[in-house]
Structure formats: C-alpha cells, structure tokens
C-alpha cells in the first residue's frame, strides 16, 4: 500500500509533462523507445514504453510517444475493420475508478495481462468473503448486469456514426460530424458510467466494513501488484450457478477483483490510465485482444499496440501522417483535464471506504465532464482516420490489412463488450451526429 501522494501538472506549447510521485519516490519517466531491453525482461508496454513497476504512470500514458503509437492503433484498426469489431471492448474498461488497472500493468510477476491474473485476485478475495458477504456480492451483480448492458449499449450509435464518417455515408448536404453532438453524447453516458461507479464504490466500502481482524490479516499478506504473493485458489466452488446469466458473472468477478485492488491500492492507482482508455471505439481492442478468446493461458502481447502503431505511420506518407500526428496538440489540454477529473472522482469515490458518503451529485457532474473530455478526443480521432483513409492508395490498404493480422477472423454484427451478438443490435437514428444539411435547416 501506498502512503503520501503527490501529482503536478504543467501544459505549455501542447506537450503535457507530469511528475508523479508516490510514498516519498518518483515513478520513473517513460524510457526513450531505443532498443533496449526493459529493465525487467518484459517485453515493452502497450504504447511502445518499457514494461516494469517503475515504467508504469500516468506520465508515461499520455507521454507523446505512448499517445501516438495508441492513436495510430487505434486508426490502422478502425480503417481496416468494420462496425461490428468496433463495438468490442473489454468490460473493465468501464467504471475503471479502481486501480485495477494500475495494478495489472505494474505486476512484478508479468502476469497482469494474462486471463489467470483476474481469477487469482478474484479467487482469493471470494474464499476470504464470508457466505453473507458473498451472497451481497452476487445480489448486487444481478440488479448491476443490466445497468452494464445499458452502458455497452449506448456506445454503439456513437461508433455507428463514426463508421459513417468513415464510409462517407454522412447525411445529404451535411458538412460532417457535429462536435458538440459528439461531446454531449458521450458525457451522457459516462454521467451513467459514473452512476454505477458510485453504487459499486458503496457496495464496496459496506462490505469492506464489515470485515473482521482475521479478513483484514488475509487481504494484508496479498501485495499489491505481485501475483506471486496471491495463493492459488480453485475458483470453481465459488462460481455463481450454473445457468446464470453471462453478464451477472462478468460483474460478479469484477467485483472481485477491484475490490482487492481498490482496498489495497490508493486514489493514485485509481487516477492512472493506459494509453488506450480513451477514444475506444474504433477497434482496437478487436485487433489486438481477439486472438486471446477462449484461452485460459494467453498472453497478449505488451508491445503490439506501440509496434503496430509505429508501423502504420511508417506506411502512411507525410501528408497523412500529418493528420495522424496532429492529433497530439489538439487533445493535450483534455488530457490534462482527464487527469483532474479522474482524480477527484477517485477522491470522492474512496469516501466510502472510509465509512464516509461520497457526494453523489460532484461524482455525476465529474462523470460527465470526463465524458465531454472523452468526446472531445474521439471526435479529432474519427476525423483524422476518416481523412486519411480517403486518400489512401490500394497498395496501402493492403499492406494494412496485413499489418492488422487477423487473416480467418470474422467479427460479429455487434458485441456487448466481447459478447457477440449474431442478430445485431437495433439502433436509433444516428443523424442527429451530424451538422443538418442546408436545406434542413432552412425548412425549419
């Protein structure tokens, strides 16, 4: 655990610099991307950075390099995809005020991106629970799972819009993706976002009040970030029963896991992000977490995000490029932002774990903004790869296609997170994305 925080912010000419120090020593910037071996062994981090404890920060998530590398990503997926790999995400994406995260990235054992770390965290924290505890547990998964569904389900007209930005399907006479309908859109769903952070920050803190000497003594010998120290604890009796729903079990187990990680971590565990929290929706998590389904032992490459990205910019000529890297400038200011917004959600949120009430209200509007910020972003990044990918010659777009390296993989119409949907998933009108044509808003 972590005692004594501290976090300073500087923006000046566009590049965001932090200094992020945490219990009296200074997490270590982002190393130079120049062929050496990271300090540890492990291989380098989404983003193009060395891997290891002292390598993980917010610093180095929105450093250029691990933006850049994440953004192009982001673009080499989402020009060579389609809509239905675009509505993929993993459900630990949302509601991500926990620290899990962090404590997956820094891992001294190197198996945080590995399906058995999520288990041992989750397993270890249920054989602690008692049978009460457990029981409110599962009945808080049943009355969130819909409320998680709904959360998915309110992406999909935004990312629809974008594909129609990108396929040039924009609305007769319109001029494009209206920016501000983007913004407001996105920071209304992450208002609700944040709503079920709240109710699970509660949930949370109840149970962590509830716990007795011998509770707390167990979770105590259980390090944060070093699934080495967690024993190995068969799972399978602590499974919700057969036949329950997909989703109640996807909350179930996340429970699990972040309650462990927000108990024993901090309001700085929780502020940090990766490079790739943000502007998710355009594919990218199809691309590199699609070979890892249905694999219990999988490690997903730590490097393929920044390689990737690095390759598809190399492929793309001055003038493309430029649009890609452009991007840097025009959403330094929100990065910043982001970073205050999640910290005084976090802040607010850890109230319950000291037998507070958090101020539900402050967490609504913060969520909000962090949805407008988010918004904001996304917009420049479907604008950017729409550009680039009209001017794109046939020999680009197959080298591309290679570069994505899923030959054999079809996605599905739709995915609730990364559930597919095999009917697809009706949506509403998505104009509404776009500026109304001349003659539309003249008729009014």
Request: aromatic share 12%.
């Amino acid at each position: 655990m972590w005692y004594g925080s501290k976090l300073g912010i500087v923006v000046a000419g566009g590049a965001l610099t932090l200094a992020l120090c945490l219990g009296g020593f200074e997490v270590a910037s982002a190393q130079p991307r120049d062929g050496r071996p990271p300090a540890n062994n492990r291989p380098p981090r989404d983003g193009g950075q060395p891997g290891g404890a002292q390598n993980y920060s917010i610093e180095q998530a929105v450093s250029e390099e691990a933006q850049l590398h994440t953004i192009a990503f982001s673009g080499l997926a989402f020009i060579t995809g389609d809509y239905g790999a675009c509505t993929f995400m993993p459900p630990g994406k949302v509601c991500d005020f926990f620290g899990f995260q962090y404590m997956r990235d820094i891992d001294a054992a190197g198996a945080g991106h590995n399906p058995k770390f999520l288990d041992r965290v989750a397993g270890n924290v249920l054989f602690n629970l008692t049978d009460a505890q457990r029981a409110t547990f599962e009945k808080a998964a049943r009355q969130e799972a819909l409320d998680v569904r709904t959360l998915a389900e309110k992406r999909l007209p935004l990312i629809k819009a974008f594909c129609r930005k990108l396929n040039g399907e924009v609305p007769a006479g319109s001029q494009g993706l209206n920016k501000e309908s983007v913004i407001k859109y996105v920071g209304d769903f992450f208002a609700f976002d944040a709503e079920i952070s709240y109710r699970r920050a509660q949930l949370f803190g109840q149970v962590a009040a509830s716990f007795t000497p011998e509770q707390k003594a167990y979770l105590a010998k259980m390090k944060f970030g070093d699934f080495n120290t967690w024993p190995d604890v068969d799972m399978e009796q602590y499974k919700l029963p057969r036949g329950t729903e997909k989703m109640i079990n996807v909350v179930y187990m996340t429970y699990a896991s972040e309650f462990f990680s927000w108990y024993a971590g901090n309001v700085e565990a929780d502020t940090y992000f990766c490079p790739e929290r943000h502007g998710t929706y355009f594919g990218g998590f199809y691309m590199k977490d699609m070979p890892a389904m249905g694999k219990r032992d999988y490690d997903i490459s730590t490097s393929v995000t920044g390689d990737s990205g690095k390759a598809f910019l190399d492929a793309l000529t001055a003038e493309q490029r430029g649009n890609i890297t452009g991007i840097i400038s025009l959403q330094s200011k929100a990065l910043a932002e982001m970073i205050t917004v999640r910290r005084g959600i976090s802040t607010e949120l850890r109230r319950f774990l000291k037998g507070e009430t958090a101020d539900k209200e402050k967490v609504l509007a913060l969520g909000r903004r962090y949805g407008e910020l988010d918004g904001e972003v996304s917009y420049y990044y479907a604008a950017a790869f729409a550009k680039v990918s009209k001017t794109l010659t046939a020999a680009q777009r197959a080298a591309f296609m290679k570069l994505r390296n899923l030959e054999g993989y079809k996605s599905a119409p739709a995915y609730i997170y990364s559930d597919p949907v095999e009917q697809g998933i009706a949506l509403p009108d998505t104009d509404n994305f776009f500026f109304p044509s001349k003659k539309a808003t003249e008729t009014r």
